[in-house]
Each structure stands twice: as structure tokens, then as C-alpha cells.
């Protein structure tokens, strides 16, 4: 594997409430591991059911066989949804050094806008290698969802990262490895 200079490339992921063990699983097999997180977790795609059966084709596995991060820092995107006046409460986030993933566990996945709240079929050409060349280029937030965090209706679920580029991991992620942060 060639050695690549991930200086400075930083990924986030939404701090787990109740985590259970030492590692961050992704759903399909914390339904193995603990049943009852599962059901809590999984009830988040309430609306989204297609999304569990997505395939991942660059990992060749399904989207809930994946962990999913963002090159993008929490704090704007949460700026964005406080600037129309919406209360957000403190929120708690993890960040790992993008040096921290297998890059042949890895891809980032370009997640287009859903127009009129529909998902766009998946494209494989929406799967980029993971490399830092790759993913530095997805570390601000798109001006798209910064507009559509601003016009985000109070009754509105709080989505941060639905229409930024995503890094999937398939396997899992010690707890060790992440930083607690506050956005």
C-alpha cells in the first residue's frame, strides 16, 4: 500500500449515545452485538427503509454494513441551522484522523441533493477512492446544504450531513481512536 501524507485530514462522526464495548460498529452487526441498540439506532431511517438495503458497490457490502464519517467539521453546518434562530443544544461529535482508516476498507461517496426530499438513485461514479488527495477535497460543507440548513422548517428532523460527501468504512473503529468534541 503507498504511503500517503494524511497531515491534517480530519473525519467526524456523531457522538454515539449509550455506546456499548470498546468499538464503533456499524448496524448490521451491532444487531448481532446488542440487539437493543440496533432497534434504537435503525429506527432513524423511519421514512428511509431503501437506504438499509443500498449497496455500497466500492466496499462490496450494504450501506448498514458500513460506518459513515464526514470530512466536513460539524461547527459550520450547525452555524448554518442556528443562523435562522432554530435552538440547537450543545451537540457531541467524535473526530478521527482520517490516517486512522484502512484505505482498502474505505470510500468516500459524493451524496447528491434529494429534490423534493426523494433520494436519488446510488451511481457507482459516486464512489471515490479514500486518499487524502481525494478526500481533501471535500472538507467545507457545499453552499447547497448550507442553504438548505438555513430554510431547515423548526418541525423538520435536524440532518446534518444528508447532502455532504460521506467516507464509508467497512469494518469497525476502536473508541480509543476518537476525540470528543462539542459543536
Known sequence: MPEHDWAG??????AVRDVRGDRLWPLNRLRD?????????VAKYAGREALLTERVERLNCLWNDVLFFSPV???PLLDAVRSMGRAVPPVRFWS???????PARACVRLVRPWP??????????????YTPEGLGQFTLP?????????QLPLADPLILWMDVPHVLY?????LSALTELRA
Open 73 to 75: 467539521h460539524p461547527g
Open 96 to 102: 478521527l484522523p482520517a490516517s486512522a482508516l484502512d
Open 170 to 174: 467497512r469494518g469497525e473503529v476502536p
Open 9 to 14: 485530514l480530519t473525519l467526524y462522526h456523531r
Open 33 to 41: 452485538l446488542h440487539p437493543e441498540v440496533y432497534a434504537r439506532e
Open 142 to 150: 457545499p453552499a447547497e446544504t448550507l442553504a438548505r440548513l438555513r
Open 116 to 129: 423534493d426530499g426523494i433520494k436519488p438513485p446510488p451511481d457507482p461514479a459516486d464512489e471515490w477512492p
